[in-house]
C-alpha cells in the first residue's frame, strides 16, 4: 500500500515549476527503476511509453522555466468582473 496508494490518489496542489520538475524527475527515476525489474513485453511496452511521455513533460517544463523565471502563469488569473477600481485584480 505505502507510497503507491499516495501516489494514485488525486493531487490537485498547483505546482511551480520547479515543484513539478521535482516530481516529474522523482516519477522518471521510479518508472527507469520499474523498466529495469520488469520481464513483460507488454508491461515493458507501457512503461516505456510513461518514461517518455514523462521525459517530454520535463523537457516542457524545463524550457517554460527557463523562459518565464518567477513566472505565475494562471496563478495570477482574475476572472472577468473581478478587477478592483483600478483595473487590476484583487489579491
Request: glycine share 12%; charged share 35%.
Amino acid at each position: 500500500m505505502g507510497d503507491d496508494k499516495l501516489r494514485d490518489e488525486d493531487d490537485h496542489d498547483l505546482l511551480t515549476f520547479g515543484q513539478s520538475g521535482i516530481r516529474l524527475r522523482e516519477e522518471i527515476l521510479l518508472t527507469e527503476a520499474a523498466l529495469r525489474s520488469c520481464s513483460g513485453a507488454g508491461r515493458r511496452d507501457a512503461l516505456e511509453a510513461r518514461l517518455r511521455a514523462l521525459t517530454d513533460a520535463l523537457d516542457r517544463n524545463t524550457r517554460q522555466a527557463r523562459a518565464n523565471p518567477g513566472e505565475k502563469g494562471f496563478l495570477d488569473y482574475v476572472p472577468p468582473g473581478r478587477a478592483g477600481a483600478d483595473g487590476q485584480g484583487r489579491s
